[in-house]
């Protein structure tokens, strides 16, 4: 099965700096690779994802690139504002099927 | 915007107890799904449903969960008899997307789930 690994666990950035987030999977047959931020006590949001056919995508602030070869992919932040302070999760696919498999999550921290 | 809703927000029960924990997914949506976290664990996938079945089930869907979708608006997750190692955030979420690519989930808030 699938197993997504992600680091760093909890990262501290200063406000205006950048931020990356970065995950490896293990399964080649993977797809697709979405993005999650998760604010206390709510449920997991998408911000970004990609498939496997292009390298990189940009949403304004937020990037996300792949690098299927080495079966990994980065969450980029620039200009990190204190509301971007959450746990991001990246997850893969199971292959072909359509359950996620999650990362263990990355705390955001920016501070003022 | 259309969003995924979950009830209740909060449940505590003792051992041993059935527990069912209700969603609405977003109206057009096909897929139907349930996953948990345990506190400040990841994101776990427990089952996906589409066309009135279970289509994909993980190691922790045991015999105890069943999961329903008893008219055209709901889909409940039920726990037969509770565990303690079943207190968790359970998250519904549903996806847009059919036929075999993975698409775009949207997660309710939560139901979190406190087995005493």
């Known amino acids: 099965g699938e197993n997504v690994e992600q680091h760093p666990s909890t990262l501290s950035v200063q406000e205006g700096d950048s931020a990356v987030i970065k995950c490896t999977y293990s399964?080649?047959?993977?797809?697709?690779f979405p993005w999650y931020k998760q604010e206390l006590g709510k449920g997991p949001q998408l911000i970004i994802d990609?498939?496997?056919?292009?390298g990189e995508k940009k949403d304004q602030r937020i990037a996300v690139t792949l690098n299927k070869t080495a079966k990994h992919f980065s969450l980029h932040i620039t200009e990190t504002q204190p509301e971007d302070s959450a746990v991001y999760f990246c997850?893969?696919?199971?292959?072909?099927?359509?359950?996620?498999?999650f990362g263990s999550g990355t705390q955001l921290t920016v501070l003022p | 915007e259309p969003e995924v809703t979950q009830t209740p927000s909060h449940q505590v029960t003792q051992m041993g107890q059935e527990v069912i924990l209700r969603c609405v997914p977003i109206?057009?949506?096909?897929?139907f799904y349930w996953y948990r976290q345990i506190l400040g664990q990841k994101v776990e996938f427990l089952v996906s449903?589409?066309?009135?079945?279970?289509?994909?089930k993980s190691e922790i869907f045991d015999d105890q969960f069943s999961v329903e979708r008893p008219d055209g608006s709901n889909f409940t997750l039920k726990i037969r008899s509770t565990k303690l190692e079943d207190s968790a955030m359970y998250f519904c979420?549903?996806?847009?997307?059919?036929?075999?690519?993975?698409?775009?989930?949207?997660f309710g808030e939560g139901s979190r789930l406190t087995v005493l």
């Open positions: 399964d080649s047959a993977s797809n697709y």
């Open positions: 979420a549903s996806s847009p997307r059919a036929g075999t690519t993975t698409g775009e989930l949207f």
């Open positions: 109206s057009n949506h096909l897929y």
């Open positions: 997850a893969a696919p199971k292959g072909s099927a359509r359950q996620l498999t």
């Open positions: 990609i498939r496997s056919n292009v």
């Open positions: 449903f589409y066309n009135n079945e279970i289509s994909e």
